[in-house]
């Protein structure tokens, strides 16, 4: 691994409750080390957070149209990943925020950035179709 995922983990321990931490990189961590990492991390807060990592080239607008959007999501992209930091920007507009970089100093070289999609607020009447 070349950048630090472990920053881009104590980054998220204060996101909201339920926050999906998405970490695109290569190589990368596997998934489940990577979860219980952040579930270790916000063990004695109360917040159910959930970590995955996979590779840019899953990291598809297919990927995207499945996340739900009653949770809040975090994306972290290596600053290289021109690619995918722009399909994320396009794919989400204006709902994303970011990017945000580590404040971490030894981290600074090999963080990642960090995008942040808030839980879209549901309204109205509308029936699902």
């Given at each position: 691994r070349n950048y630090d995922i472990e920053d881009a983990l104590y980054r998220s321990v204060g996101f909201p409750n339920g926050t999906r931490v998405h970490i695109i990189d290569h190589p990368t961590m596997y998934s489940p080390d990577a979860n219980n990492i952040l579930l270790f991390?916000?063990?004695?807060?109360?917040?159910?957070?959930?970590?995955?990592?996979m590779n840019p080239i899953e990291f598809t607008d297919d990927y995207l149209s499945r996340q739900s959007r009653d949770i809040d999501h975090a994306f972290y992209l290596t600053p290289n990943d021109l690619y995918n930091i722009i399909r994320l920007i396009e794919f989400y507009g204006d709902e994303l925020q970011g990017p945000f970089y580590t404040e971490f100093r030894p981290s600074a070289e090999k963080g990642f950035l960090l995008f942040y999609l808030p839980a879209t607020v549901l309204s109205g009447d509308k029936t699902a179709e």
């Amino acid at each position: 691994r070349n950048y630090d995922i472990e920053d881009a983990l104590y980054r998220s321990v204060g996101f909201p409750n339920g926050t999906r931490v998405h970490i695109i990189d290569h190589p990368t961590m596997y998934s489940p080390d990577a979860n219980n990492i952040l579930l270790f991390l916000t063990r004695d807060t109360g917040q159910n957070l959930s970590a995955g990592t996979m590779n840019p080239i899953e990291f598809t607008d297919d990927y995207l149209s499945r996340q739900s959007r009653d949770i809040d999501h975090a994306f972290y992209l290596t600053p290289n990943d021109l690619y995918n930091i722009i399909r994320l920007i396009e794919f989400y507009g204006d709902e994303l925020q970011g990017p945000f970089y580590t404040e971490f100093r030894p981290s600074a070289e090999k963080g990642f950035l960090l995008f942040y999609l808030p839980a879209t607020v549901l309204s109205g009447d509308k029936t699902a179709e």
